[in-house]
């Protein structure tokens, strides 16, 4: 037998639905989180599209593998660089990037990883700082069904 012809394949955003992966209490008494549709997840690439609700703050954090980001709408500032629709972020592996500041209106970003997504927190006491100024308190981790290669949660 030959062998066999690579197939294209198509995922539609539409046909899936997001789930909560990070979330948030912030003082004014809501509820912000972080939003995932996994288009694709192997153990050599990761495609999310994410979405950010408004006024999210994430960990300054890198990943142990080059990715990009593409901001698709709203506004979130990585570092201190804000970024609008139409911003690419070019991560190489083991970079580290933040603390991330959602705008008022939220963001919604697509997300390329060739490698292991999993984050790597790269300075605790300034995300600690951060949450306590803003009256910030971290929730539990929402479940999220992943393959057992994926290994455990780094955030």
């Known amino acids: 037998m030959g062998e066999q012809q690579p197939q294209v394949s198509y995922i539609h955003a539409e046909d899936m639905d997001f789930a909560e992966v990070k979330s948030q209490q ?3 008494g809501r509820r912000v989180s972080v939003w995932l549709k996994l288009m694709e997840l192997t153990q050599e690439r990761a495609v999310y599209h994410t979405r950010y609700d408004p006024g999210l703050v994430l960990e300054r954090h890198g990943h142990n593998s080059d990715h990009f980001i593409f901001v698709i ?3 979130v500032t ?3 660089e804000v970024c609008r ?10 970079a580290t990037f933040g603390p991330i500041k959602v705008s008022d209106e939220g963001a919604e970003i697509l997300e390329i990883y060739f490698g292991d997504s999993r984050p790597a927190p790269a300075d605790k006491a300034e995300h600690a ?9 971290e929730l539990p981790h929402p479940p999220l069904d992943l393959p057992d290669w994926f290994g455990p949660r780094t955030d």
């Open 26 to 28: 912030h003082a004014d």
């Open 85 to 94: 629709a139409g911003t690419l972020i070019k991560l190489p592996h083991l």
């Open 129 to 137: 700082a951060i949450l306590e100024e803003r009256g910030i308190t």
């Open 78 to 80: 990585f570092d201190e």
């Open 73 to 75: 709408d709203g506004e």
